[in-house]
């Protein structure tokens, strides 16, 4: 069974930094995208950044842009999401996401159904 397993989250304030990780067993995430994603309640999932081969091949969210690093280290089979410069609309569920195939087999931004594993989800509040 393939599990991931977010961890990270908590209650800071505007303008703190938090770093998530995503811990994933069960599967190699060296040639698969790895994504992170977000939800508040009522309102629909939102992507948020990818990485694809390497930490060079990344994608972000314009809400996101400039403030979040996404990272991985495939040999602890691990993705990271650095979150600076936080702000209250930042709150979410944040949720890690595997890529259902290889890198190779995606030519634009993924969207929600081109990942079939997902983590618990790890709950980020920021405060104003």
């Known amino acids: 069974q393939v599990q991931l397993v977010e961890t990270g989250g908590g209650l800071v304030r505007a303008g703190d930094s938090l770093r998530l990780s995503c811990v994933v067993s069960?599967?190699?995430?060296?040639?698969?995208?790895m994504a992170w994603f977000r939800q508040t309640p009522g309102k629909e999932r939102e992507f948020v950044a990818c990485?694809?081969?390497?930490?060079?091949?990344?994608y972000y969210s314009d809400s996101v842009q400039g403030r979040f690093i996404i990272a991985r280290d495939n040999p602890k089979n691990t993705v990271y999401l650095q979150m600076n410069a936080l702000k209250p609309e930042d709150t979410a569920v944040y949720y890690c996401?595997?890529?259902?195939?290889?890198?190779?087999?995606?030519?634009?931004?993924?969207?929600?159904?081109?990942?079939?594993?997902w983590g618990q989800g790890t709950q980020v509040t920021v405060s104003s």
């Open positions: 996401a595997l890529s259902t195939n290889y890198w190779w087999a995606y030519s634009n931004v993924p969207a929600q159904t081109d990942f079939d594993s």
């Open positions: 069960g599967r190699d995430i060296s040639r698969r995208i």
């Open positions: 990485v694809g081969n390497n930490d060079a091949a990344t």
